[in-house]
């Protein structure tokens, strides 16, 4: 059976973006449990969609699904992350990755970096989709995202 890569939805947990990125890149990918992360406490989206971002899009070749979920991205920093090395050049990007999703509500005080970020990835001619439900940073969002995304990764 074809094996899909891991798919970055807000692992974030409660570790640093170094460690964040270190357990996908040796762990995960190396198809090594992740049951006892999977289970640790912590942030599960925000921090986590920018750390889902910061992995996945640095690392399109092992990361081809990467969704964000209202991810804390401060002011137009993707433009930034792009040309300094935390982001993959935007033809890797465009090459390798399959399917990006971002979902900030629109009620959250994150929505303005989001739409920032939509109409750069759009303006650049990265495929991606930006999913604006109505509310804020909250967790009933977060439910909504994960059957949004679960609805077009498991048809």
């Not at 190396?30 to 986590?48: E, I």
């Not at 890797?92 to 920032?116: H, P």
């Not at 970020?117 to 940073?137: A, C, S, W």
Request: proline share 5%; charged share 15%; aromatic share 12%.
């Amino acid at each position: 059976m074809k094996r899909i890569l891991p798919l970055l939805l807000l692992l974030a947990l409660s570790a640093s973006a170094a460690e964040f990125k270190s357990f996908w890149l040796t762990e995960a990918v190396s198809g090594r449990t992740v049951g006892p992360v999977v289970n640790k406490p912590g942030n599960r989206f925000s921090l986590g969609g920018r750390q889902a971002l910061a992995c996945g899009l640095g690392n399109p070749k092992s990361f081809q699904y990467v969704c964000a979920m209202a991810p804390a991205i401060f002011g137009e920093e993707y433009k930034t992350n792009f040309s300094n090395g935390t982001y993959a050049p935007l033809a890797d990007v465009k090459k390798n990755v399959k399917f990006l999703w971002i979902g900030t509500g629109t009620s959250d005080f994150l929505i303005a970096a989001s739409r920032g970020l939509d109409g750069y990835l759009t303006e650049q001619g990265v495929k991606h989709t930006f999913y604006t439900p109505d509310g804020g940073h909250t967790w009933m969002n977060c439910r909504d995202y994960l059957t949004q995304i679960a609805q077009k990764l498991f048809k």
